[in-house]
């Protein structure tokens, strides 16, 4: 018996951010740092999954603290996906809807910023739905902390004193980090990862949120 739901955001409860937004951002970021003229590879590293690594050596290349750069970049990302929301251009999947069905403890577990996440959701009006937000500050140490590192699911688990949920994710590293925290997985295949192959074995593999509820209600 599942005893809650966690979920991923991005991919999962909303659409992704727009690639193009996301690559202006980190430009501008760098801009704003003190990189006159940012190439693409730097553009490349820092917009979407960066590492501590490739954090680091951004750093060093151009002769820049991590943490300010980081700071930047944060600040830039948030900016351009808030913009998106507005917009309406990211914006929850149509089976969001369904979990307003379910009648469990529910949570966001995600490598995102928490302003962003709980922002978007404000937006749409969601918030209600999920107990807790586990999700990253806008620092450089929060990187230590992302998936397929279990702590922030370890942490929704405590906060809503969950036992045996189901977590869902889009990523390798939404099952990683739910093998590592002893729960049950459901990757759910959208058009961005439809075609994606892992080398984690999910305990589900799902096309929609309807039979992530599914799942949910009838283990109950």
Partial sequence: MYDGLLLDHD????TLGDQTALRRAARDALLDAGVSE???SAVDTLAIAVSNDELAGLSRRHGL???RLWRHRDDRVRDALLAETTAGRKAPYDDTARLRELDVPMGIV????????????????LRGLFGTVRARAPTRESLSRK??????????MAD?????PLYVGDSESDVEAGRRAGVDTA?????HNADRSLGETPTYEVQGL???????AESG
């Fill in 187 to 191: 990757f759910l295949r959208r058009p």
């Fill in 210 to 216: 309807d039979e992530v509820a599914a799942l949910v």
């Fill in 160 to 164: 809503l004193a969950l036992e045996n």
């Fill in 11 to 14: 991919g999962v409860v909303v």
């Fill in 65 to 67: 603290p991590a943490e």
């Fill in 110 to 125: 995600s490598n995102n910023q928490t302003r962003i996440v709980e922002s978007v959701l404000d937006h749409y009006d």
């Fill in 38 to 40: 940012p190439d693409e």
């Fill in 147 to 156: 998936k397929p590192r279990p702590t922030y699911l370890e942490e929704a």
